[in-house]
């Protein structure tokens, strides 16, 4: 005959917990917020578009045909390139907006990774360290900081040949001091933690408590200042062309389409206007996001992406 086992017997399974956590935590909230949704879908779409179709139509897009010129748009009697219309030499508005996608993301994503990465180890470095290395790489810093951007990179493109490469250098050191500050004043607060103080305890060397301890806690409120200043970026990088010292051509960007259909904008409204709304929409789409990441990963804020469950109880 068997016996029953004991209640002190018996095993608790513990209840698989249903809120999501990590990845699945974040894709959650995102779907939570229709504004972040749809600023993270734009952006992903540009990055598709930048990616997978310049190759394939960048012949076309640089075709000149005079028999085309200022050709109005929503029309498919030219074919499905020209449904958005012509500039001033017959080149099709939509394969130029697509190379100009490609050209407007290279550089500014290329800056502001260069910059953040630059910006994060000095900071780092510069907040850890203190001391006269802090003050020499502030001191940089400030100077870097009163001089206006814009005016730098017009008197260093002015000098310089026009180009993607000089393009991105330029945008990419007057972007440095933003992200030097943030991590330093990160580092400063983290420094005197008990987790750092127990690495220092076992002999942990400065270099490898700056990567393993402090850099991982620094990305997030890099990546969020990072995706504010993509918009910034994009918007100079896109006044520069329009300006005459950005890209030149056959490189082409939304800068440079704004500036080359100004003198048509009376009567062919869509060479400007086209590319001036995928300026806005992109920069508006990034500032979104920034915005939303930096609620997403500060936990008095993201109580406000948890959903309440008829029951009472929250779920994250």
């Known amino acids: 005959m068997s016996s029953v086992p004991a209640a002190s017997e018996l095993e608790v399974v513990p209840a698989a917990d249903p ?32 990616v997978a179709l310049p190759p394939f139509v960048e012949t076309a897009a640089n075709r000149q045909d005079l028999s085309l010129r200022l050709l109005p748009p929503f029309s498919l009697d030219e074919g499905f390139a020209f449904v958005l219309g012509a500039d001033s030499l017959g080149r099709p508005e939509l394969l130029q907006l697509v190379m100009g996608t490609r050209s407007s993301l290279l550089v500014a994503v290329t800056a502001v990774a260069a910059a953040a990465v630059v910006g994060m180890a000095l900071g780092l470095v510069s907040g850890y360290f203190g001391g006269w290395v802090d003050e ?7 100077v870097m900081h009163t001089i206006p951007s814009l ?14 490469g000089n393009l991105v250098i330029v945008l990419a050191v007057t972007r440095v001091p933003v992200y030097l500050r943030t991590a330093r004043a990160e580092a400063l607060a983290l420094r005197e933690r008990v987790f750092v103080e127990s690495s220092r305890a076992v002999g942990a060397r400065d270099w490898r408590i ?26 100079a990088a896109a006044g520069l062309s329009f300006l005459g010292i950005g890209l030149q051509r056959p490189d ?6 704004v500036a080359d259909g100004r003198a048509y904008l009376a009567s062919a409204w869509w060479v400007t206007v086209l ?21 997403a990963e500060d936990p008095a804020q993201a109580a406000r992406f948890v959903r309440r469950p008829r029951g009472g109880r929250r779920a994250a």
């Open 275 to 295: 590319p001036g709304v995928a300026i806005v929409l992109t920069a508006l789409a990034a500032n979104l996001l920034s915005n939303w990441l930096r609620a």
């Open 210 to 235: 700056i990567r393993t301890d402090l850099a991982p806690l620094v990305v997030p409120t890099i990546r969020t200042v990072a995706m504010l200043e993509l918009a910034s970026v994009l918007l």
């Open 19 to 50: 809120r999501p956590t990590g990845g699945r935590l974040t894709v959650h909230r995102l779907l939570r917020s229709p504004s972040a949704l749809l600023s993270a879908s734009w952006l992903a779409f540009l990055v598709v578009v930048a």
């Open 136 to 142: 020499i790489l502030m001191r940089i810093a400030d």
């Open 252 to 257: 082409v960007d939304w800068g440079m389409m």
């Open 151 to 164: 005016l730098l990179a017009l008197a260093v493109l002015y000098v310089l040949q026009p180009s993607v």
